[in-house]
């Protein structure tokens, strides 16, 4: 699928219904005939007429990455395990859907796009990550971007049999940050400035990148417990410059569904400063990226958000490091 406009981050790209649902996970039986997955296979192919002409049309036109063995089940049964998309449905949530366009998306470690169910609508939501330009093609992630490549590649070549060649898992030039990172937080593996490409380095360096990305958020946590003690040893800058700097490396490992956070921290932050500018700069970024929260609850924060853009003084965090600085210039001094 490839983007025919510019496409901005967080906007919808479309919407869709699934033409099957299945559970996730199946008890395989084990003296079936066909093997394994003899049992669903069958269940399948009873279950297929049910669908319209076209729908079951679209649905065999869909991508079979599994060994077929020649009955119709094992087809329909293969397109299902190559296409199903997380559908989390009921108590349970444990289920996978088929989508006629979504489904077709191709794989990337680090993609522009990503897709959500939502159990109101019944529908699934593509949505991007990242600005899309025309003639780029729309990807989305068909494993954990935030694991290692090894393990990327583990998973993508026993799942859906083929290797990955995307920028992250085969990088053909020296990564760069679009700028200098200055917290130490974000420094060790992200100064590269060789010029030949080290494959194995790169790999590496994205590697250590991605687990900083997945562990920063316990970091930020005790950051800001810090920056607002009255004792605290940051200055204003540090705490915002960690969390400009991740968005940095974030953008630079494609996994933008995690910048929510720093950009919330960032907008607090700019509170906690009585900054009010920063604080509806942040702000509004965060009510234009609503839609990557789910359903109502993302509904819910775009309102909070609207309010205290509205009047910032009404955040919770308004002008707190403000007061923790006087009251530590309070403290007396032995
Ligand atoms: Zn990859």
Redesign the pocket.
Same mark, same amino acid.
């Given at each position: 699928m490839v983007a025919n406009r510019d496409i901005k981050p967080g906007e919808t790209i479309l919407i869709e219904r699934p033409i099957t649902i299945h559970p996730a996970a199946i008890m395989a039986s084990v003296d079936h005939p066909r093997g394994p997955w003899g049992a669903f296979e069958d269940i399948y192919e009873d279950g297929f007429p049910v669908l319209g002409e076209t729908e079951r049309s679209v649905y065999m036109d869909l991508w079979n990455c599994k060994p077929l063995s020649g009955t119709l089940g094992n087809k329909i049964c293969g397109i299902a395990r190559t296409n199903g998309l997380h559908t989390p449905l009921g108590r349970s949530k444990d289920f996978s859907g088929v989508y006629p366009t979504i489904s077709r998306c191709n794989?990337? $470690?680090g993609p522009n796009a990503s897709a959500r169910f939502d159990e109101e609508t019944m529908a699934m939501r593509l949505f991007s990550r990242r600005p899309i330009a025309p003639g780029e093609q729309i990807t989305t992630s068909y494993v954990g971007t935030a694991n290692p $490549?090894a393990i990327?590649?583990a998973e993508?070549k026993m799942k859906y049999l083929f290797n990955?060649?995307?920028n992250? $898992?085969k990088p053909s030039k020296p990564s760069r940050s679009s700028r200098l990172l200055r917290h130490p937080y974000w420094n060790a593996a992200n100064q590269l400035t060789r010029q030949n490409l080290d494959v194995a380095a790169e790999i590496y360096a994205s590697d250590y990148r991605g687990s900083q990305i997945s562990l920063c958020l316990s970091h930020a946590r005790d950051l800001w417990a810090e920056w607002l003690s009255p004792s605290s040893k940051q200055s204003d800058g540090d705490l915002l410059q960690f969390h400009e700097d991740a968005l940095v490396i974030i953008a630079q490992e494609g996994m933008e569904l995690m910048r929510i956070s720093h950009i919330a921290y960032l907008a607090h932050a700019s509170a906690a400063l009585e900054d009010e500018d920063g604080f509806r700069r942040w702000g509004n970024i965060l009510i234009s990226l609503s839609e990557w929260t789910k359903g109502r609850e993302g509904i819910d924060q775009k309102r909070t958000w609207q309010d205290w853009v509205q009047d910032p003084m009404a955040s919770p965090a308004w002008g707190l490091r403000i007061k923790a600085k006087g009251n530590a210039q309070n403290i007396p001094r032995a």
């Open positions: 794989h990337s $470690c $490549c990327r590649q993508l990955c060649e995307c992250f $898992c």
